[in-house]
DNA sequence: TCCGTATTGAACT
DNA sequence: AGTTCAATACGGA
C-alpha cells in the first residue's frame, strides 16, 4: 500500500506543478500535465488536532516549495522544504549527490556514479535520475553525459534545455 | 532470473 | 564523425 500523499497546486508561468507531501516532507513534484495518478489530497485529511496541525506544517512546506520552485525555474538559487523522497538507499545517494551540484554547472553521470563511491555503477546513476520524484528542486537537470551532451530527462529534453539555459548554461 | 536503462569508452568503419 | 559493442550496477517483473 502506498502511503498517503497531500497533493498541492503551483500555478507558476510555466503552467501548473503539483506538489505533494508526507508527514516529513516534500516527496514529490510532478511538472504541469504529467499524466500521473492521484494519490491523495487535502479534503481527506480529518480533523482531529494531529491531522490539522500536520495540515498547517505542510502549508508552511509548501510556501517554501513555492518561492523555492519559482527562483530555480528563474534560474536563481533557493532555499529548499525539507524532502522525503521514496526510494532504495542508492537512489537517495545519488539524488543526495545531485543536491551538491551547483546551480550552473554539471556533473556526467560517470562522474556521480565516481561521487557516491560507486564508480561504474554509471547506468544505475541514469537509472536513478529518471527514477527522482522531485525534477527541479532535485536537480537532475544539472547531469549530463561524459561527452557533455544532453542525455535524456524524464520531463522531456526540452525542459532540461530550459532549465540549463535559465542557469546561464548553453551547450 | 531476465530485461531495460537519462552510460561509457574503445574499436571499428 | 558516426556506429557498434561489451562491461556494468541496479531495480522491476
Given at each position: 500500500m502506498k502511503r498517503q500523499l497531500v497533493e498541492l497546486p503551483i500555478s507558476t508561468s510555466d503552467g501548473q506543478f503539483i506538489a505533494r507531501y508526507s508527514e516529513k516532507g516534500l516527496a514529490e513534484l510532478d511538472f504541469p500535465n504529467a499524466n500521473r495518478r492521484r494519490r491523495g489530497?487535502?479534503?481527506?485529511?480529518?480533523?482531529?488536532?494531529?491531522?490539522?496541525?500536520?495540515?498547517?506544517?505542510?502549508?508552511?512546506w509548501h510556501r517554501a516549495t513555492e518561492t523555492a520552485l519559482k527562483k530555480t525555474l528563474a534560474g536563481s538559487k533557493s532555499k529548499l522544504p525539507p524532502l522525503d523522497a521514496e526510494g532504495t538507499e542508492f537512489q537517495k545517494s545519488v539524488w543526495r549527490e545531485m543536491r551538491k551540484i551547483p546551480l550552473g554547472?554539471?556533473?556526467?553521470?560517470?562522474?556521480?556514479?565516481?561521487?557516491?563511491?560507486?564508480?561504474?555503477?554509471?547506468?544505475?546513476?541514469g537509472g536513478a535520475c529518471g527514477a527522482n520524484p522531485i525534477p527541479v528542486l532535485v536537480p537532475c537537470h544539472r547531469v549530463l553525459a561524459a561527452n557533455k551532451k544532453l542525455g535524456g530527462f524524464s520531463g522531456g529534453l526540452d525542459w532540461k534545455r530550459s532549465l540549463l539555459k535559465r542557469e546561464g548554461l548553453s551547450l
Open positions: 489530497n487535502e479534503s481527506q485529511i480529518s480533523e482531529d488536532e494531529d491531522s490539522s496541525r500536520r495540515l498547517r506544517q505542510i502549508k508552511k554547472r554539471t556533473k556526467s553521470y560517470g562522474e556521480v556514479a565516481q561521487a557516491i563511491g560507486n564508480p561504474k555503477a554509471v547506468r544505475a546513476v
